[in-house]
């Protein structure tokens, strides 16, 4: 194959992997090994086309079990450090929240409903523990 073809292919997985198939990484490193057969040939290394299908397939693997594990943990995996759960987290109340009563509030990002699950009202201003989460709802008591 000539070296245009190789660069064409590894551009059109490339692509595919980017904008269309979430194949988590594969075709990544299938698009990078026809590249680099592709820049191989442009070069001048003039190898017999068996040559350059093995090359490609060894690039391939290669990358396949040395980098693409940790590359996808790195962009996909979660963030360290981070919990799931917001029970025991503590949030502000903006306005006075008498027991069982709810408002809305934003926490992490985006507004919630909070309810107070505890006997004592929340004053306007202060900080809440979250005691539990029910869908979209905080349920949380006095600190």
Excluded: C
């Amino acid at each position: 194959m000539t070296w245009w073809g190789w660069m064409i292919l590894g551009a059109v997985v490339l692509g595919a992997e980017l904008f269309a198939i979430d194949a988590q990484f594969y075709l990544v490193f299938l698009g990078v090994s026809a590249a680099l057969v592709g820049l191989a040939e442009m070069l001048g290394l003039g190898m017999p086309e068996w040559a350059q299908w093995t090359a490609f397939a060894i690039l391939s693997l290669l990358s396949f079990f040395t980098f693409r594990k940790s590359l996808y943990e790195k962009i996909r995996g979660g963030a360290k450090g981070f919990r799931a759960s917001m029970s025991g987290d503590t949030i502000d109340i903006a306005e006075e929240l008498l027991s069982g009563s709810e408002t809305r509030t934003e926490y992490r990002g985006t507004d919630w409903t909070v309810r107070n699950a505890g006997a004592t009202a929340i004053a306007a201003g202060s900080r809440a523990k979250v005691v539990k989460v029910d869908g979209l709802t905080l349920h949380v008591e006095a600190e």
